[in-house]
Structure formats: C-alpha cells, structure tokens
Nanobody, 127 residues
Framework: QVQLVESGGGSVQTGGSLRLSCAASGYTYSRYCMAWFRQAPGKGREGVASINRLGRTEYADSVQGRFAISRDIAKNTLWLQMNSLKPEDTAIYYC?????????????????????WGQGTQVTVSS
C-alpha cells in the first residue's frame, strides 16, 4: 500500500526557513513524478514544485529562487527546503505522487494527475 507522510511544518516569521519532508512507503518513488502542492485557506490546491524520475526540477513562479525540491533515493524521502518565507506562503503543504505517466511531470502541475497524497503539514508565516 502506497503511503506518503509529510513532516516539518511549523510557524516562522517572515524571512525564516523550514524544511518539509515526505517519507514514502509501498513503492520506489524515484521512478515517478513527485511534487509539492499547497492549499491556503479559501483557495484551491496549487502546485509548488516537482521532480521527475531523472531529477529534473520545476517550480511555480511564486517560489522560484526561494524553494528547493530534492530527494534522498536511499531513504525514499522527498524534501522541500523553503527559504525567505513570506506570509503568502502560509498554507497546508502536501506531497503527491503521479504514478501513471512513467516518471515525467506534466506542468503546470495539475492535482488531477496525482494518484497519491500525504495528509498535509501546516506552514504558517507571520509578518
């Protein structure tokens, strides 16, 4: 059974940093497209960053240069390093896996392409 479990959320002030992790079990996620999404109160779920099976990364314009997605293949873990955080980054962050497209990430990221989701972790950035 595929499971994704996020951790690392919390509360920080503007300009601070957080590192989110997503531990995967039940499959080798490095074969697939993995992504981070976020959902702010009253808004839809938006794609933040993705990494495909070859390690190619892509980012939403709003986080380009501030966030970095990476993975530890040996630990089957996905990371999201978030720097220079802003209040508008406040959201629940989810990791997700697209296991149907052979490891390529379709961009812009679309929630409908992702089969598996974690439970989410809250990130709050105060001004």
């Amino acid at each position: 059974q595929v499971q994704l479990v996020e951790s690392g959320g919390g509360s920080v002030q503007t300009g601070g940093s957080l590192r989110l992790s997503c531990a995967a079990s039940g499959y080798t996620y490095s074969r697939y497209c993995m992504a981070w999404f976020r959902q702010a109160p009253g808004k839809g779920r938006e794609g933040v960053a993705s990494i495909n099976r070859l390690g190619r990364t892509e980012y939403a314009d709003s986080v380009q240069g501030r966030f970095a997605i990476s993975r530890d293949i040996a630990k089957n873990t996905l990371w999201l390093q978030m720097n220079s955080l802003k209040p508008e980054d406040t959201a629940i962050y989810y990791c997700a896996a697209d296991v149907l497209r052979g490891g390529d990430c379709v961009t812009p990221l679309d929630v409908n392409f992702f089969s598996y989701w974690g439970q989410g972790t809250q990130v709050t950035v105060s001004s």
